[in-house]
């Protein structure tokens, strides 16, 4: 029966929806977390984040990831960026959910870039989805997703799997003209 067939294109977003729904369900309760442990001092005591403003972005970069608390040498901008857009366009405010609900949504993205990355090196797809269902629900990622201030690494984990998927397509784009795309030359 041709109705009952379900699209090559719909079938291959299968998994990945798959493993969207398992770190949903994993995570699900840090929702109720609220603002714990450095929460309230990078974010809510945070000025840069008040305000949409081009004072408070350029802030962001020039200073450093726990100001106005205390002075520190730790860096993140782009990490503070995400807060300050999170409080300011993706409803956060002083809610915690908004920060939840971001740092789940690079979680499952995660997951799935790592799913997809298995598969690009080669892995069988079980092995692959496999492996990437494991990083969806494994407790080692409970500080990272549940605690808001674990974006970073999050942020970083997308970065470098994002890196690596770059880095296969420079390596197999070398015999070609496309190659400079890659490379940044």
Known sequence: DQGREVKPEIRAWWPAAALVALAAVAYANSFGAGF???????????????VESWDNLQLIFARDYWWPNFPS???RPLTT????????FFGGG????GYHAV????HAANAVL???LALRVGAARDVAWLAAAIFAVHPL???AVTNIVGRADLLTTGGILVTAFAWLHAEAAAATRE???WRGV
């Open 36 to 50: 714990v442990m450095d929460n309230s001092a990078i974010i809510l005591a945070d000025p840069r984040l008040r």
């Open 73 to 75: 040498n730790l860096y």
């Open 81 to 88: 960026l995400s807060y300050w857009m999170n409080f300011s």
């Open 94 to 97: 002083v809610a915690p959910f």
């Open 103 to 106: 740092n789940l949504t690079l």
């Open 114 to 116: 790592l799913w997809r």
């Open 141 to 143: 990622g409970v500080e």
């Open 179 to 181: 190659m400079w795309k």
